[in-house]
């Protein structure tokens, strides 16, 4: 696949004012509105449903409590919208139930919304608002049908009606779009501003996390020349850590590890496995939060994210892996696959339901990577790949968005 074209950016936006609706400061998202505020003439102001990821508080996937450890919110304009949810989060409709946005959002008068998400309460309001007073809808969301046939006719009417209120939508990948399209949104309305990371965190430049993949590296007890394959995530079975961790074992590979990060229900499990590897081959770490996970990628050979079901909406780990120059081993069900991950090319896909064919691939992977002409070629496939999914992209295709849209009202009190 041949890396998308950078998009040219528009001018600014005639005068629009932008809110933003957003569930809570993530390190994927507050970044880029750092470096869009930054970088381009576009009011806009970022409303929080939920101070998850700022504060200490627990995660129940991965069982354990922790805050980011990076700047979520500094660089731009937002304010917290108070949550009365009893149990506040994306599980339930009313995870996120948030009264006074509608009166918020009149006070501050914008002139388009950008609504991420619709599944629950608060979002539903902010649609209702935005349609009663005339403003702009824009959507930004990442689901796709790999894997699975089209939702029965009423899901797909109701879905058709929710996404005809919305003036455009912003695709983060191929499989995202093709999503949009099978639910009736005109592609006129349609426009790529990909999914993307904080390019400048995971710099293959970088002094410092070089320096700590090494200590790690000799901590683990891994020769320089020890090929290691990393899972990094929540050890959910959804992801699949387990089936990994079989074919590891059954491939019992030359001269190789497998690093697991992370914590979750199926940590007990894996550890239980693991005792029948030979000693040094399976190596288990806890959680890292965000500061760290550039020297865990790079002592890596392979990231392996071989996620099932419908639970993998993207990916944004296969990001970061690769703005390092990591190649990745990925699921067919994986949202971002269509567009990251060419097979043989930029890393490798099985399929999800087909232990069998991850074994092979990983076996697959694992050749290529012993080939030093091979693993070069891999590398700069893989960086430039990468090279089409940065915070540019997605602002050009947020800019250009608002440009299609009528020029705003003149405010009245």
């Known amino acids: 696949m041949t890396p998308p074209a950078p998009l040219a950016a528009p001018g600014p936006p005639s005068g629009h004012r932008l809110a933003i609706v957003l569930s809570h400061p993530t390190q994927y998202y507050s970044p880029w509105f750092r470096w869009l505020q930054a970088r381009h003439r576009l009011t806009f102001r970022v409303f929080y449903l939920w101070e998850f990821g700022v504060t200490a508080q627990r995660d129940p996937q991965f069982q354990t409590t922790f805050q980011w450890d990076v700047d979520l919110l500094s660089g731009y304009d937002h304010e917290f919208v108070p949550n009365r949810a009893r149990h506040p989060g994306a599980e339930s409709f009313w995870g996120f139930d948030n009264p006074t946005l509608p009166a918020r959002l009149t006070a501050w008068q914008p002139t388009a919304v950008l609504l991420f998400g619709y599944k629950w309460a608060t979002h539903l309001r902010a649609v209702f608002w935005a349609r009663l007073h005339r403003v702009p809808l824009l959507f930004r969301g990442d689901s796709h049908y790999l894997g699975r046939g089209l939702p029965p006719l009423r899901t797909r009417l109701l879905l058709r009606t929710l996404y005809a209120q919305f ?97 979750g229900p199926e940590k007990t499990a894996l550890h239980d496995l693991a005792r029948s590897a030979p000693p040094g081959t399976v190596h288990f770490l806890p959680f890292a939060n965000q500061s760290e996970m550039p020297a865990r990628y790079l002592l890596a050979d392979l990231f392996v994210l071989p996620s099932r079901g419908h639970y993998e909406t993207w990916g944004l780990a296969i990001n970061e892996a690769m703005h390092l120059g ?88």
């Open 167 to 263: 003036a455009a939508v912003l695709c983060v990948g191929e499989a995202n779009r093709a999503y949009f399209t099978a639910l009736g949104v005109p592609a006129a309305k349609i426009f790529r501003a990909p999914h993307s990371v904080n390019a400048a965190l995971f710099d293959p430049a970088a002094p410092a996390p070089r320096a700590a993949a090494a200590a790690l590296r000799v901590q683990l007890g891994l020769t320089p020349a020890t090929r290691v394959v990393l899972f990094a995530g929540k050890l959910v079975p959804e992801k699949q850590p387990r089936e990994l961790l079989h074919a590891f074992l059954s491939l019992a590979p030359a001269d190789t590890a497998l690093v697991i990060v992370g914590d």
């Open 326 to 413: 990591v190649p990745a081993l990925v699921s067919d069900l994986v949202g971002c696959q269509p567009d990251l991950v060419t097979d043989g090319g930029t890393g490798w896909f099985f399929r999800a339901a087909e232990p069998a064919h991850l074994r092979e691939k990983l076996a697959a992977a694992l050749t290529t990577l012993s080939a030093p002409v091979a693993r070069a070629a891999l590398r700069a496939a893989v960086l430039a790949r990468i090279s089409g999914y940065t915070y540019a992209q997605t602002s050009a295709g947020l800019l250009a968005a608002l440009a299609t849209l009528p020029p705003p009202r003149p405010s009245r009190s």
